[in-house]
Each structure stands twice: as structure tokens, then as C-alpha cells.
């Protein structure tokens, strides 16, 4: 199986300042096809997970252009370049290159 | 608009058997690339993927939990339903469902776009 690992777990924020979160993966998320299986969700308090990033550098729908994603391989990072009050909950990466797909422990984001 | 609702009992006993359904709508699981999926977060930890059934029938599992899961569709009633057998206190969470999107090789998605709501579960005698 494919472990992802989170760095932060908590992230205090200052509202309007950058924020940055990490993703490491124990093996390769690069596919043959030259995309990255990477997924970063957004899990508010009470609301269901929430799509941000999908192959690890497409803002979904409706996501924010604050919003960015990056990297390869192994290395990837979610950036906010000015968090805002809504942006509070728990961002989790998740790979999905193969089954099982499995997320990382989470970051929890609060604002300062 | 694709949507997708959990239902099934909200208590369970020890060494029951969980069944849960997801209803959907706005997608079709006849659909080349669609999938549908389950999840779990227990209180206080992190998601957890379960299962997943695509559009052609395959079935994958989460391997610490593969013999005790069954996924199956209805495609016509638009469902798909999960069941957990042999239910312990430590599977007490809330379960999701989500639609997946694989895309194509060349235009690939892979990823798990619309969830619903989820149902909590508790185990308890």
C-alpha cells in the first residue's frame, strides 16, 4: 500500500497570509499517461469532504484561485495564498494511482 | 447535478451485519468511467477509503477490510450498496459515499468529485 504522509498536522493562520501544507508518498504517483494520481480535499466541520485538487495540480470546480497545488513523483504541496475565514477544517492529500487509495493523516487549519 | 445520499441503520450490534445504500442521481453507473465509492471516518481520525465499484462491475477493497465488504450496483435503481459484515465498536463512524470520475488515459480525472453527506454509524450492544 501507498502511504501518504502530511506535514503540518495543525496549521495556525493569520487571516490574509499564505499558508502551505505537504504530501509525501512512499512510492510514485506519477502514471504512465505523465499525471500525477494526486487529490487534495478539504473537510469542513460537519460538511461533507469537499474536492480541491485533482491530479495534483487542477483546481476543481468551483475551488478558489487562491487555491494552488503542485508537484511530482513523490513531493506535492497545497498553497493558499491568502487564507480567508472559510478556508478553516482539515485538508487531507490522497493518492489514487491504484487500489487501495489512502489519504494522509490530515492538516488541521485554524485561524490565528 | 450529480448527488448522492447514505442511508441504512444508524446503530448496529456487535457481530452484525452493516448494509448500507447510496442512492444517486445525475450520473449513470452504465457510464464509461464512473465509479462510485465508500469511505469512512471514525470520531476524532482521518478518512478512510473502503471500496469502490466502477461502471463495468470491477470491485476493489480496502485489503484490511476486503473479507468482511461486499459492494454491488443497481444500475437501473440507482444505488449502490455496501455491506460491512461482523460489525465491531471500532467501526463506529460516519460513512460516506462519493461518485468517482476516472477520465480517460489520455484525459484522466481520478478523483472522488461529489459525496454525500454521510450516515452515522454506531456500534453498540
Known amino acids: 500500500d501507498i502511504v501518504m504522509t502530511q506535514s503540518p498536522l495543525s ?3 493569520t487571516p490574509g497570509e499564505p499558508a502551505s501544507i505537504s504530501c509525501r508518498s512512499s512510492q510514485s504517483l506519477l502514471h504512465t499517461n505523465g499525471y500525477n494520481y494526486l487529490i487534495w480535499y478539504l473537510h469542513k466541520s460537519g460538511q461533507s469532504p469537499q474536492l480541491l485538487m485533482y491530479l495534483a495540480s487542477n483546481r476543481a470546480s468551483g475551488v478558489p484561485d487562491r487555491f494552488s497545488g503542485s508537484g511530482s513523483g513523490t513531493d506535492f504541496s497545497l498553497k493558499i495564498s491568502g487564507v480567508e475565514a472559510e478556508d478553516v477544517g482539515v485538508y487531507y492529500c490522497m493518492h ?8 494522509g493523516q490530515g492538516t488541521r487549519l485554524e485561524i490565528k | ?4 445520499k447514505e442511508s441504512g441503520p444508524t446503530l448496529v450490534k456487535p457481530t452484525q451485519t452493516l448494509t448500507l445504500t ?10 464509461t468511467g464512473a465509479g462510485v465509492g465508500w469511505f469512512r471516518q471514525p470520531p476524532g481520525k482521518a478518512l478512510e477509503w473502503l471500496a469502490l465499484i466502477y461502471w463495468d462491475d470491477d470491485r476493489r477493497y480496502s485489503p484490511l477490510l476486503k473479507s468482511r465488504l461486499a ?3 443497481d444500475t437501473s435503481r440507482k444505488q449502490v450498496v455496501l455491506t460491512m459484515t461482523n460489525m465491531d465498536p471500532v467501526d463506529t463512524a460516519t460513512y460516506y459515499c462519493a461518485h ?12 472522488f468529485d461529489i459525496w454525500g453527506q454521510g450516515t452515522m454509524v454506531t456500534v453498540s450492544s
Open chain 2, 100 to 111: 468517482y470520475g476516472s477520465g480517460t488515459y489520455y484525459n484522466p480525472f481520478a478523483a
Open chain 2, 1 to 4: 447535478q450529480i448527488t448522492l
Open chain 2, 22 to 31: 447510496c442512492t444517486f442521481s445525475g450520473f449513470s453507473l452504465s457510464t
Open chain 2, 71 to 73: 459492494i454491488i450496483k
Open chain 1, 96 to 103: 489514487a494511482l491504484q487500489t487501495p487509495m489512502t489519504f
Open chain 1, 11 to 13: 496549521l495556525p493562520v
